[in-house]
T-cell receptor, first 116, second 118 residues
Framework: AQTVTQSQPEMSVQEAETVTLSCTYD???????LFWYKQPPSRQMILVIRQEAYKQQNATENRFSVNFQKAAKSFSLKISDSQLGDAAMYFC?????????????FGTGTRLKVLA | GAVVSQHPSWVICKSGTSVKIECRSL??????MFWYRQFPKQSLMLMAT?????????EQGVEKDKFLINHASLTLSTLTVTSAHPEDSSFYICSARVLTGAIGYGYTFGSGTRLTVV
């Protein structure tokens, strides 16, 4: 069975600085998807970034980028130029590409605080 | 596009009563929907996967007779918490699988329902 681990329950970053959130996972599959979701106080889950395992190039979305290390099964999220609106819970998630398997496996989350 | 509307956003019910939570796909057909439960300061735990027109598939440890899921149409899935007890108080979130492009799928989440059983 696949597992997702986020070892940082809480992180803080100064506004305009850069922060990296860690995520490791375990799987025996060779192809899969990895995601970072943001959950602000409203509790709405918002997709931040997505990475296909078969792609070697790290995904980027504006100020958000990932460091995907497939061999190490590591998938960290870097937030550059942090803004107050980035404060939220961040969840790392895994999804299989196996046909018929559509569910997400979420990590336990990292609460990000942005200091003004 | 690809909006999922979840209703109600919060509900308080008495112990022993049942409560229904609705999840609607507004601008797409959702053949597959998922129901999650989130305890305070914890992660989302998948409860069940529902496919339109068939019985839901429940995760291990989830009581199917307590958490009734119905996915009778391509735009509506419901979760009914039967004979609710205080320990059922939680945040419930639905998610729908969305076809994006020719072969890709994305997933969109509802805004969640906070259930408090008193």
């Amino acid at each position: 069975a696949q597992t997702v681990t986020q070892s940082q329950p809480e992180m803080s970053v100064q506004e305009a600085e850069t922060v990296t959130l860690s995520c490791t996972y375990d799987t025996s599959e060779s192809d899969y998807y990895l995601f970072w979701y943001k959950q602000p106080p409203s509790r709405q889950m918002i997709l931040v970034i997505r990475q296909e395992a078969y792609k070697q190039q790290n995904a980027t979305e504006n100020r958000f980028s990932v460091n995907f290390q497939k061999a190490a099964k590591s998938f960290s999220l870097k937030i550059s130029d942090s803004q107050l609106g980035d404060a939220a819970m961040y969840f790392c998630a895994y999804r299989s590409t196996t046909s018929g398997t559509y569910k997400y496996i979420f990590g336990t989350g990292t609460r990000l605080k942005v200091l003004a | 596009g690809a909006v999922v509307s979840q209703h109600p956003s919060w509900v308080i019910c008495k112990s022993g009563t049942s409560v229904k939570i609705e999840c609607r796909s507004l601008d797409f057909q959702a053949t597959t929907m998922f129901w999650y439960r989130q305890f305070p300061k914890q992660s989302l735990m998948l409860m069940a996967t529902s496919n339109e027109g068939s019985k839901a598939t429940y995760e291990q440890g989830v009581e199917k007779d307590k958490f009734l899921i119905n996915h009778a149409s391509l735009t509506l899935s419901t979760l009914t918490v039967t004979s609710a007890h205080p320990e059922d108080s939680s945040f419930y979130i639905c998610s729908a699988r969305v076809l994006t492009g020719a072969i890709g799928y994305g997933y969109t989440f509802g805004s969640g329902t906070r259930l408090t059983v008193v």
